[in-house]
């Protein structure tokens, strides 16, 4: 579904992220870690089109996607959270979510003035969506709140819902678990799979949580310094010395 | 049912057109057309300035173009022969009726906001700005020189007074409608999202440059049929007055309301327009009992520029920060929305 070829990124001469390549199949949850530096970030951006690749692509069901505009990615089907969150702060819990619905369900000007054609038909059904997705993250109680003024947690799980609600068939989330508590991260974990089975995505997940990663991640992919060193099942990953190199600086 | 709270307005308004004339002193009449007008001058510019949060400096330039197109377009053809001799044929022999005249007016003004911003939208914050008082710098250089249509520097005049009571409410009242339609719309909450977080809004399949140029269009043509009001109303104009003065009352009247409400930019004009009437009145002195205060002049601008650093120092947001009226919204977001409209106020953001 999702596949990186040769995918190169190179900042004023610095390699951000060399020849990478990582396929991803539907439903599938696929990890990607390593310490910082090493290139997470720069490949979700390269995916979410918010980065032009130095070198080589991004193919998203068999379409170039590397040359696209972020916003028309997002149409293709790739959601995305960002690290620390990126929240619309002055909109209410309710308007961020329908922000994200809002592409499945077009309005015009023309409609939006004047009520007619599809602007009650996809106001509801906009609006409907958001307040399903806003149950299924347990905010609809706060859902009239400024989105700046919930807590941490809860904007974590609003930024979730919101990229839910654009449709997507591939979810990328950057550092999901970075500030939460054992007890969160544990929600947070149940949660990401439920989506996965209720919605069918495949979701590709950068993260420091090692617990979270093994336990639900079926495959992963690790870098080090722009280049891939290991790739497997959380297993294969952990038992590899070049990985224990990378993480302990090469006292192993 | 639905629509009740709309007849119910428009009725007051129609009342308030209709029998104004008759009953209030010219002097009250004069004063609304001016708060109407700025009213749809105003709440046009929050479209882009609060809405989207580009802030745009740009808008008397637009009120001149309105004021400008429209004029040339309703001059009598005798007067024309007189004022503007060298005017292209296609122009000398035209002479429009107020409603088209306008309507062409602003059309002008939003195709020429989509031209400058498909360039000037790409920018944020400061840069925005400053391109933007640009257009309105080129916008008086090019009225001064273009003397065929314009007569320059010198004043334009002759043109006819169509503008009336009656006129500026229903324009006011189309205005703040179709503002609000589209601002509490899918559209709106485009606009709203890229202002907030433009990187966020983008990852959910926004795309800036259309949100930001359709606020931005759309605040141009109704400054476009502002200006043609405001010109059919004052009669005789020149470039000089649509520019920097302009800007800054302008600018005044939406910070105090509040950027990013329509009900705030009403209660911005509504404020200071009265304010500086009732100021303008005492400082030509009065009398209390056997107290005599003399006659200060220029005393209203110093009072309205305290009463502007009040409201700055103690309501940042403006007076209403991003609240509506729920007649604004349709009831739908006003609760959503919430007094919270603390970081975006300048427009200083990427």
């Given at each position: 579904?999702?596949?990186?070829?040769?995918?190169?990124?190179?900042?004023?001469?610095?390699?951000?992220?060399?020849?990478?390549?990582?396929?991803?199949?539907?439903?599938?949850?696929?990890?990607?870690?390593?310490?910082?530096?090493?290139?997470?970030?720069?490949?979700?951006?390269?995916?979410?089109?918010?980065?032009?690749?130095?070198?080589?692509?991004?193919?998203?069901?068999?379409?170039?996607?590397?040359?696209?505009?972020?916003?028309?990615?997002?149409?293709?089907?790739?959601?995305?959270?960002?690290?620390?969150?990126?929240?619309?702060?002055?909109?209410?819990?309710?308007?961020?979510?329908?922000?994200?619905?809002?592409?499945?369900?077009?309005?015009?000007?023309?409609?939006?003035?004047?009520?007619?054609?599809?602007?009650?038909?996809?106001?509801?059904?906009?609006?409907?969506?958001?307040?399903?997705?806003?149950?299924?993250?347990?905010?609809?109680?706060?859902?009239?709140?400024?989105?700046?003024?919930?807590?941490?947690?809860?904007?974590?799980?609003?930024?979730?819902?919101?990229?839910?609600?654009?449709?997507?068939?591939?979810?990328?989330?950057?550092?999901?678990?970075?500030?939460?508590?054992?007890?969160?991260?544990?929600?947070?974990?149940?949660?990401?799979?439920?989506?996965?089975?209720?919605?069918?995505?495949?979701?590709?997940?950068?993260?420091?949580?090692?617990?979270?990663?093994?336990?639900?991640?079926?495959?992963?992919?690790?870098?080090?310094?722009?280049?891939?060193?290991?790739?497997?099942?959380?297993?294969?990953?952990?038992?590899?010395?070049?990985?224990?190199?990378?993480?302990?600086?090469?006292?192993? | 049912?639905?629509?009740?709270?709309?007849?119910?307005?428009?009725?007051?308004?129609?009342?308030?057109?209709?029998?104004?004339?008759?009953?209030?002193?010219?002097?009250?009449?004069?004063?609304?057309?001016?708060?109407?007008?700025?009213?749809?001058?105003?709440?046009?510019?929050?479209?882009?300035?609060?809405?989207?949060?580009?802030?745009?400096?740009?808008?008397?330039?637009f009120?001149?173009l309105?004021?400008?197109?429209?004029?040339?377009?309703?001059?009598?053809?005798?007067?024309?022969?007189?004022?503007?001799?060298?005017?292209?044929?296609?122009?000398?022999?035209?002479?429009?009726?107020?409603?088209?005249?306008?309507?062409?007016?602003?059309?002008f003004c939003a195709l020429v906001a989509v031209v400058i911003?498909?360039?000037?939208?790409?920018?944020?914050?400061?840069?925005?700005?400053?391109?933007?008082?640009?257009?309105?710098?080129?916008?008086?250089?090019?009225?001064?020189?273009?003397?065929?249509?314009?007569?320059?520097?010198?004043?334009?005049?002759?043109?006819?007074?169509?503008?009336?009571?009656?006129?500026?409410?229903?324009?006011?009242?189309?205005?703040?409608?179709?503002?609000?339609?589209?601002?509490?719309?899918?559209?709106?909450?485009?606009?709203?999202?890229?202002?907030?977080?433009?990187?966020?809004?983008?990852?959910?399949?926004?795309?800036?440059?259309?949100?930001?140029?359709?606020?931005?269009?759309?605040?141009a043509?109704?400054?476009?049929?502002?200006?043609?009001?405001?010109?059919?109303?004052?009669?005789?104009?020149?470039?000089?007055?649509?520019?920097?003065?302009?800007?800054?009352?302008?600018?005044?009247?939406?910070?105090?309301?509040?950027?990013?409400?329509?009900?705030?930019?009403?209660?911005?004009?509504?404020?200071?327009?009265?304010?500086?009437?009732?100021?303008?009145?005492?400082?030509?002195?009065?009398?209390?009992?056997?107290?005599?205060?003399?006659?200060?002049?220029?005393?209203?601008?110093?009072?309205?520029?305290?009463?502007?650093?009040?409201?700055?120092?103690?309501?940042?947001?403006?007076?209403?920060?991003?609240?509506?009226?729920?007649?604004?919204?349709?009831?739908?977001?006003?609760?959503?929305?919430?007094?919270?409209?603390?970081?975006?106020?300048?427009?200083?953001?990427?």
């Amino acid at each position: 579904m999702l596949e990186t070829h040769d995918l190169t990124k190179s900042f004023k001469g610095l390699m951000a992220l060399k020849r990478h390549h990582l396929r991803v199949g539907p439903g599938e949850i696929v990890g990607v870690i390593g310490p910082n530096g090493s290139g997470k970030s720069t490949l979700f951006n390269l995916i979410s089109g918010f980065l032009r690749p130095s070198q080589g692509g991004v193919r998203f069901e068999g379409h170039e996607i590397s040359r696209l505009a972020p916003a028309t990615i997002a149409r293709l089907g790739i959601a995305r959270t960002f690290q620390g969150t990126r929240l619309f702060k002055n909109l209410s819990v309710l308007e961020n979510v329908r922000a994200g619905a809002q592409l499945r369900y077009p309005v015009n000007l023309v409609e939006a003035v004047s009520g007619w054609g599809r602007a009650r038909a996809h106001q509801t059904a906009s609006e409907g969506r958001a307040w399903g997705l806003l149950e299924l993250v347990g905010l609809a109680e706060v859902a009239a709140q400024p989105a700046g003024s919930l807590p941490y947690g809860n904007q974590r799980r609003l930024e979730i819902a919101r990229a839910l609600a654009t449709g997507p068939k591939l979810l990328m989330m950057d550092e999901p678990a970075a500030g939460l508590d054992s007890h969160e991260t544990a929600a947070l974990l149940q949660l990401i799979r439920r989506i996965r089975d209720q919605f069918e995505l495949a979701v590709i997940l950068i993260e420091h949580d090692m617990d979270l990663v093994m336990n639900l991640c079926e495959r992963i992919q690790v870098l080090a310094y722009g280049e891939t060193i290991a790739e497997g099942t959380p297993a294969e990953v952990q038992a590899d010395p070049r990985v224990r190199e990378a993480y302990l600086g090469g006292v192993a | 049912m639905k629509y009740a709270r709309l007849v119910v307005a428009l009725a007051l308004i129609g009342l308030l057109a209709g029998l104004g004339p008759h009953v209030l002193p010219e002097y009250w009449v004069r004063v609304l057309i001016v708060l109407g007008i700025n009213i749809i001058l105003v709440s046009s510019l929050g479209l882009s300035n609060g809405f989207t949060g580009v802030f745009s400096l740009g808008h008397p330039g637009f009120v001149a173009l309105g004021a400008y197109v429209s004029g040339i377009l309703t001059l009598e053809l005798t007067k024309k022969g007189a004022y503007l001799p060298d005017l292209p044929g296609f122009l000398a022999g035209v002479q429009l009726p107020f409603l088209p005249a306008t309507l062409i007016a602003g059309v002008f003004c939003a195709l020429v906001a989509v031209v400058i911003g498909i360039p000037l939208m790409r920018l944020s914050g400061n840069y925005v700005s400053v391109a933007t008082l640009g257009f309105l710098v080129i916008v008086n250089v090019v009225l001064v020189n273009a003397e065929q249509f314009t007569r320059g520097s010198r004043t334009f005049t002759g043109i006819p007074p169509y503008t009336d009571l009656g006129w500026v409410a229903g324009w006011a009242v189309v205005t703040l409608l179709v503002l609000s339609r589209v601002a509490y719309s899918p559209l709106g909450r485009a606009m709203r999202a890229t202002r907030d977080d433009p990187i966020a809004a983008q990852a959910v399949g926004i795309h800036i440059l259309p949100a930001r140029l359709m606020a931005f269009a759309l605040g141009a043509f109704f400054a476009g049929v502002g200006g043609a009001l405001y010109g059919h109303y004052l009669v005789s104009f020149s470039p000089a007055t649509f520019y920097v003065a302009m800007l800054v009352q302008q600018l005044t009247m939406l910070v105090l309301g509040g950027q990013a409400s329509l009900t705030g930019a009403v209660v911005g004009v509504s404020a200071i327009t009265l304010l500086s009437e009732v100021l303008r009145n005492l400082e030509r002195g009065f009398s209390l009992g056997s107290l005599q205060v003399p006659a200060v002049f220029g005393a209203s601008q110093i009072a309205l520029g305290f009463i502007f650093i009040l409201v700055m120092v103690y309501r940042p947001q403006g007076l209403l920060g991003d609240r509506e009226l729920p007649l604004v919204t349709g009831g739908r977001v006003a609760k959503g929305a919430g007094p919270v409209y603390k970081d975006t106020v300048g427009g200083g953001r990427t």
